[in-house]
């Protein structure tokens, strides 16, 4: 598996979950140590980084930043591939959209309200579509599994959705108060929803309707959230901690409290794999003092958990994503 983070300071680190093992424990995965190991820092941008988006299975690896361009890395041979300069403003979210383990898109939304779509083979720029009016800056992005529509808010409160198929914007509305973050998810029962983060409330909606199913306090502004395919979502922010939600009833089920020193600014939770390996019980979070940790969610209980690996970048984080590729 790997990480990738970006910085105030204008750096992209990429790290690699390995196991140390014992020649005579190889076979036995729960007896060896996790580590993260570093693959790559480059100052992959002039402004500050904004964002960042690994597609779930694959090596591919892409960052915004306030220098209005997108960078791309491949993990596998930690590689940088370069700019993509199509956008006119600064870049505030990105999303791969993969159809199993082959990413097909990644779109990137800007402080123009411009949604830049690319052909994840060769990063061609199929469109540009306007998702929110020029003087409206996007504050984050979800592609729906299908990879038909796309949502994204803004920052002056707006919820929008785009058809990718047609190339247009297919719906727009005003939110009580401004998102800032926005997730395809499911239930447990496979109920297909959206969450969004705004101030200290999840909403979890129905994508059907958009009618609001539950709405979750988590007592402090909500900086990253993530999604796992069991129906919990992560949540972490001004708290310091990284709370568990079961999307069907809308409570707690579990919380790291005091997970990090500082606000967390990013959590990845990795896709659960078909040999059913212990990985899909990992996630990892980043806080702004510069510290990447991953948990082991079985762990987290009453008591504080001790996190499996831990590296320090020693900057100010701004934003988290991983894969699964090892």
């Known amino acids: 598996?790997?990480?990738?983070?970006?910085?105030?300071?204008?750096?992209?680190?990429?790290?690699?979950?390995?196991?140390?093992?014992?020649?005579?424990?190889?076979?036995?995965?729960?007896?060896?140590?996790?580590?993260?190991?570093?693959?790559?820092?480059?100052?992959?941008?002039?402004?500050?980084?904004?964002?960042?988006?690994?597609?779930?299975?694959?090596?591919?690896?892409?960052?915004?930043?306030?220098?209005?361009?997108?960078?791309?890395?491949?993990?596998?041979?930690?590689?940088?591939?370069g700019p993509l300069l199509d956008p006119s403003a600064a870049v505030s979210a990105l999303a791969f959209y993969s159809r199993g383990p082959v990413p097909r898109n990644l779109l990137a939304a800007c402080d123009d309200g411009a949604?830049?779509?690319?052909?994840?083979?060769?990063?061609?720029?199929?469109?540009?579509?306007?998702?929110?009016?020029?003087?409206?800056?996007?504050?984050?992005?979800?592609?729906?599994?299908s990879g038909r529509v796309a949502l994204a808010v803004g920052r002056a409160g707006a919820l929008a959705m785009v058809n990718l198929?047609?190339?247009?914007?297919?719906?727009?509305?005003?939110?009580e108060r401004p998102a800032s973050a926005v997730s395809y998810a499911e239930d447990k029962d496979g109920g297909d929803r959206f969450v969004m983060a705004a101030e200290e409330k999840v909403t979890v909606h129905d994508s059907e309707d958009a009618r609001i199913i539950h709405e979750m306090d988590c007592s402090k502004r909500v900086l990253a959230m993530a999604p796992a395919k069991n129906g919990v979502l992560y949540t972490g922010g001004e708290d310091r901690g990284i709370t568990a939600w079961d999307l069907s009833s809308g409570k707690v089920s579990s919380r790291i409290e005091g997970a990090h020193a500082t606000r967390v600014k990013?959590?990845?939770?990795?896709?659960?794999?078909?040999?059913?390996?212990?990985?899909?019980?990992?996630?990892?979070?980043?806080?702004?003092?510069?510290?990447?940790?991953?948990?082991?969610?079985?762990?987290?209980?009453?008591?504080?958990?001790?996190?499996?690996?831990?590296?320090?970048?020693?900057?100010?984080?701004?934003?988290?994503?991983?894969?699964?590729?090892?």
Do not use: Q
């Open 1 to 81: 598996m790997a990480l990738v983070a970006g910085s105030y300071e204008r750096f992209i680190w990429g790290f690699s979950l390995k196991t140390l093992t014992s020649p005579a424990a190889a076979t036995d995965s729960s007896s060896g140590t996790l580590t993260l190991a570093p693959l790559f820092s480059y100052p992959a941008h002039t402004g500050p980084v904004r964002c960042v988006a690994a597609a779930p299975r694959a090596g591919l690896a892409a960052s915004g930043g306030a220098d209005d361009s997108v960078c791309l890395y491949d993990l596998p041979t930690a590689a940088d591939l």
């Open 115 to 145: 949604l830049h779509l690319y052909d994840a083979d060769g990063f061609a720029l199929l469109a540009t579509l306007r998702a929110f009016p020029r003087h409206e800056a996007a504050e984050g992005l979800a592609v729906h599994p």
């Open 165 to 175: 198929v047609r190339g247009r914007r297919s719906f727009a509305c005003r939110l």
């Open 266 to 326: 990013g959590v990845v939770v990795f896709d659960t794999r078909k040999d059913g390996s212990e990985l899909c019980n990992l996630i990892a979070s980043a806080s702004s003092d510069g510290v990447i940790r991953v948990w082991d969610v079985r762990t987290i209980g009453n008591a504080k958990p001790t996190p499996l690996a831990e590296a320090n970048t020693k900057a100010r984080l701004t934003c988290l994503a991983g894969t699964s590729l090892k």
